[in-house]
């Protein structure tokens, strides 16, 4: 079956650590994004990309990285420069210029820092 | 700034009767809107869209309307079912290239 499978489920890191959240993709989508969701805030768009090697920052990129090495990944690396990354992490997918069905999420990462 | 946005954090509704979860947004640019609905710990899965072409769009217990003039978009579930509680997000993007999401709004369909 085709889908977004992100690991680990549940993350805990150390502050002052860097933690790669990864997300894989078998639906042959050509874009990715990178969403972060805290309580009463919605959904906020860390980083997309749109086609492999190419990414672009989203509303809240400081503190984070993401590379694009194959159409099918696209990890979020969280580094020590993120004040505040207690939160639930969606990757999700699309095909480029298909508007009407929207994006295809994972099932999410909750990282906590200890 | 919120483009998009819930008001209401949450609902409770009877379970038979009808549900109604309201957004607003303010770039007029918008031309696709979607709800997701969210149970807690998974990702958010696609629900119903609407491309601004149209007012209304129906999905076997689902409609969601559209009234560009008021930008504001509404999704209203008949009947309403226990399966149905959880939290339920609007998106809206100028031609898909990004989606904005509002704040979410948590339904309850009470037995």
């Known amino acids: 079956d085709g889908g977004i499978t992100q690991s680990p489920k549940y993350l805990f890191r150390k502050e002052g650590q860097n933690v790669t959240l990864s997300c894989e993709q078998n639906?042959?989508?050509?874009?990715m994004y990178w969403y972060r969701q805290d309580p009463g805030q919605g959904l906020r768009l860390i980083y997309y990309?749109?086609?492999?090697?190419?990414?672009q920052k989203g509303d809240i990129a400081e503190g984070y990285s993401v590379s694009r090495e194959k159409k099918e990944s696209f990890p979020l690396t969280v580094t020590s420069a993120q004040k505040n990354p207690t939160a639930f992490y969606l990757c999700?997918?699309?095909?480029?210029?298909?508007?009407?069905?929207?994006?295809?999420f994972g099932s999410g990462t909750r990282l906590t820092v200890v | 700034d919120q483009q998009v946005k819930q008001n209401s954090p949450s609902l409770s509704v009877q379970e038979g009767r009808i549900s109604i979860l309201n957004c607003d947004y303010t770039n007029s640019m918008f031309d696709y809107f979607l709800w997701y609905k969210k149970y807690p710990a998974e990702g958010p899965t696609f629900l119903i869209s609407i491309s601004s072409i149209k007012d209304k769009n129906e999905d076997g217990r689902f409609t969601v309307f559209l009234n560009k003039s008021a930008k504001h978009l509404s999704l209203h579930i008949v009947p309403s079912q226990p399966g149905d509680s959880a939290v339920y997000f609007c998106?809206?993007?100028?031609?898909?290239?990004?989606?904005?999401f509002g704040t979410g709004t948590s339904l309850t369909v009470i037995p």
């Open positions: 639906l042959n989508h050509d874009a």
């Open positions: 999700a997918s699309s095909t480029v210029g298909t508007a009407f069905y929207g994006y295809t």
């Open positions: 990309s749109q086609i492999v090697n190419d990414f």
């Open positions: 998106a809206a993007s100028v031609s898909g290239n990004q989606f904005y």
